[in-house]
């Protein structure tokens, strides 16, 4: 079983169109994260959500909106894309406290937009 | 502002040698130290961590040295095989628990 999966892998599209990245996690974990990854591999966090609510918006285009509708998913929703969103995006999620550190990641989703 | 600053960028290592990857913070706030491996086309994993509590732990070839004073700590690889290469990134979290922080990451290179 895929404890962090995300769909669609690859999504190539144009710009100004509107797209989602879906992400579920089967660990019980209460915390689930959007990374953005560049070209040059950085890793930089986009959004955080414990058990569905918000907690961490970093500096990031109000074009992109996460959406959690349960505490195993956190869709992320992209308008008008731009050239400079092709990045690779990752899900990820962890339980806070409790002792559980660990933060695991999905496969990520390729986004190439023309 | 980079709150993890990671280095080498890349590092070549010959087989059998030793990679030694370096991270430096700022933040006191932070009370957990993870570094992920990330093969291409995956995401990153869990390779090791370490609290600020101990200054060295070992998990079979791969090492972390931790040095609290100086806010820095590295990861070592001994007898590094051709399949460790990958890129490496060092992490810290903030002790509320909610926020990683990682480094820019070091691509490793193996050679045979």
């Known amino acids: 079983d895929t404890a962090v999966s995300q769909t669609p892998k690859y999504l190539v599209t144009q710009m100004g169109n509107d797209k989602s990245i879906k992400c579920e996690q089967n660990l019980g974990h209460d915390t689930m994260y959007w990374y953005k990854q560049d070209s040059k591999k950085f890793l930089k966090i986009m959004f955080s959500y414990n058990n569905k609510e918000l907690i961490i918006n970093e500096t990031v285009p109000n074009r992109f909106s996460p959406k959690s509708p349960d505490k195993a998913h956190l869709n992320l929703h992209i308008n008008s894309l731009e050239l400079g969103d092709s990045a690779v995006y990752f899900c990820a999620s962890s339980q806070i406290g409790g002792g559980y550190n660990e933060q695991f990641f999905g496969p990520g989703t390729r986004l190439t937009v023309l | 502002q980079q709150q993890v600053k990671q280095s080498p960028q890349s590092l070549i290592v010959q087989k059998g040698g030793i990679s030694i990857i370096n991270c430096a913070y700022e933040?006191?706030?932070?009370?957990?130290f993870p570094w992920y491996q990330q093969f291409p086309g995956k995401g990153p994993a869990l390779l090791i961590a370490i609290r600020p509590d101990v200054s060295e732990k070992k998990e079979g070839r791969f090492t972390i040295s931790f040095n609290k004073s100086a806010k820095q700590f590295s990861l070592h690889i001994m007898d590094s095989q051709p399949g460790d290469s990958a890129t490496y990134f060092c992490?810290?979290?903030?002790?509320?628990?909610?926020?990683?922080?990682f480094g820019t990451g070091t691509s490793l290179t193996v050679i045979p």
């Open positions: 992490a810290a979290r903030t002790n509320t628990g909610n926020q990683f922080y």
């Open positions: 933040n006191t706030a932070f009370d957990y």
